[in-house]
């Protein structure tokens, strides 16, 4: 038919149409290709989903059978009011006392009936994990230890930045971690259980609450932050006192959340994913999912979920350019190897030049630094919208790596520079109190046995 008739088509219209009849096959193709993966990673899913499920936190009840109110979604929230009788308009009550105003006490919820508010205790408590310790870095982070009801304990940082009034709390998503990567102290110690949404979201509450940060407490009170004496715990090694930092009248000292604690937040999704939910909620604490970032050693089925479901930012623990150094040194690269996890950097949904996804990369001496890799790295991430974040190695107690030497961060810095990622090299926060990446670790104690 081509043939027989003349193409009246002027020459660009007809190359339009070309490309347009190419995009529409390429398009097929990757819709097949997309099917594909999707299938695959879904069953995979399935599996990695059950297998958390298995370390999933008790319930948040207390001893005399009361319920703890954060962590619950709204429909949760909004069943547990009906279940005592109440009107639905009492969640939205609530939620904004816990959430927004960080209010602990149901008698300071002044929008409340006093009747109410008394029956309101007997059923339920907003609760906060118990602050065993709060250390002082002199550099002014700040890492607490805190205690679940349970008696399990993890470790978060408040890690404020030095040049504004802001800073990002870094959450752990697990106590321990099944992944075993060799330079992380986390990785010495098994998995005991996952954190559940009130454990996660409770970590940030609590430490809003050790820098007054709510909005009636926050502006003019910032000289009360940083005391290290957060609920009643004690201050333990570091620099307590001094140097506290001061809130910026937006009253955002605790600006960002980062999932670079303890555990692989993507081996724990749902409680994850729940707690990210509330954290967003724009009636509560209402962060915006470009202040909270997801670090993952790579679990390549549930950062699709993630990209889809949440869509905050995403950082990727890559640390090694080859495969078989990778598989050494984050093991789970021999079941999602550097190509599969670039290839779910290359689909997450949002990267943009405004939103790069962040590759990190910890520098250790003589094993990944030298400028083949960095040549490789480039080569890996050309094209992609990303910035690598160099880390100096941060050692522990027994830790068999050196940090690589300034000399070759900077050379290894400036080669990806110059290929155009920005490649910030991450100064070590915390490290005299052992709060800085990867040095966190507390000790597992045995799950208490039921009653
Ligand atoms: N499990 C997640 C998040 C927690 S670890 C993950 O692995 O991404 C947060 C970051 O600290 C990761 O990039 C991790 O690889 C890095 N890290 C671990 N141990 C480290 C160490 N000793 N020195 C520097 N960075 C380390
Ligand atoms: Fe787990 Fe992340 Fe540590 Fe690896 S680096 S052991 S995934 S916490």
Redesign the pocket.
Known sequence: MLMQAPDPTPDLARDLAVDQALDRTRDRTLDLALDLTLDLTGAERARILAKSALFDPPPALLADGRRDLVGLSRAELAAAVAEIGEAPFRAKQLWHWIYHRGVTDFAGMSTIARGLQAKLATHFVVGRPQTVTAQLSADSTQKFLFRFRDGQEAETVYIPSPEEDRGAVCVSSQVG?T?S?R?????TQTLTRNLGAAEIVGQFMAARDAYAEWPDQAVGKGDEAGTGEAGGGKSTGGKTGGDKPTCDKTGRLLSNIV???????LYNYVNVAKAITILMDNEGIALSRRRITL???GVVPMMDRAGAELGVNL???L?AVRDDLRDEI?PLNRKYPIKELLAACRRYPGASNARRITF?Y?MLKGVNDTPADAHELVRLIAGMPAKVNL??????PG?AYETSTPAAIERFAKIVMDAGFASPVRSPRGRDILA????LRTESRRRRAVA
């Open positions: 971690c992944l990567c330079f992380c102290h986390t990785g999932f670079m604690g303890m555990g692989e937040p670090s993952t050693s950082a990727v623990s640390h984050v990190e910890v880390i100096p190695f941060n050692p522990w830790s800085a990446c990867g040095q």
